[in-house]
């Protein structure tokens, strides 16, 4: 296992259009966090799991989106009837829960609503 | 949410310069981490800071977590091109469960 991977790198899609990203996450890892990155900016949280649960979802997290990590492994973002606004960068990071809690990103995927 | 101030939002040097970046806030961090992200890809861990007043070197940077653990610093000594990148802090949020980010600050070193 060489870390967190994010499938796909890179999605163009046209506004209205439905996208679901994946992350699977560094094997032993308990912990999983989606955030979104746009220019300039440092990455927002979005929400997050510890196994499969779901614990935390930020107010940026409109109805449109939603997130399953269904066995507390790989997890899905999906995001409905895309706007060009929700073009970023979607980060995946995961973490083993402790004290330090330190994240471990993927390389991500770049959303582009046309 | 826990704000996180970066400053400077942008630094241009030249090869064999020294900087130091900061990272402050109002709010106690149980610990602190640095990141450095290049562009188009996903932020890489530099370092976990934790008690107050932690000096941490890694290489040519060093970090330092302020006594109160409310503020960081991130010392880079001689500067090379490879330094180049967006360098982030993150600490725990209210909740306990995710990190939130600073704006970062975005370095450019030029030969």
């Known amino acids: 296992d060489t870390g967190v991977s994010q499938d796909p790198r890179h999605k163009i899609t046209k506004r209205g259009q439905n996208v679901t990203f994946r992350c699977d996450p560094i094997?032993?890892?308990?912990?999983l966090y989606w955030y979104r990155q746009t220019l300039g900016q440092g990455p927002e949280f979005l929400t997050y799991?510890?196994?499969?649960?779901?614990?935390?979802k930020s107010r940026l997290l409109s109805d449109r989106f939603s997130a399953e990590r269904p066995k507390g492994s790989f997890s899905t973002l999906e995001i409905q009837r895309t706007e060009q606004g929700d073009s970023a960068m979607y980060l995946c990071?995961?973490?083993?829960?402790?004290?330090?809690?330190?994240?471990?990103f993927g390389q991500g995927t770049r959303l582009t609503v046309v | 949410t826990q704000l996180l101030e970066q400053s400077p939002q942008f630094l241009s040097i030249q090869e064999g310069e020294n900087l130091t970046v900061y990272c402050n806030s109002s709010?106690?961090?149980?610990?602190l981490q640095w990141y450095r992200q290049e562009p188009g890809e996903g932020p890489v861990l530099l370092v976990t800071v934790v008690t107050g007043g932690e000096v941490k070197k890694l290489k040519r940077l060093t970090f330092q977590f302020g006594d109160a653990r409310k503020d960081s610093s991130l010392h880079i000594t001689a500067a090379q091109p490879g330094d180049t990148g967006l360098y982030l802090c993150a600490g725990d949020s209210n909740s306990g469960y995710a990190l939130n980010f600073g704006k970062g600050t975005s370095l450019l070193v030029t030969p």
């Open positions: 799991f510890q196994n499969e649960a779901q614990l935390e």
């Open positions: 990071a995961s973490s083993l829960a402790s004290t330090t809690d330190e994240a471990f």
């Open positions: 709010s106690v961090f149980s610990s």
């Open positions: 094997s032993e890892h308990n912990r």
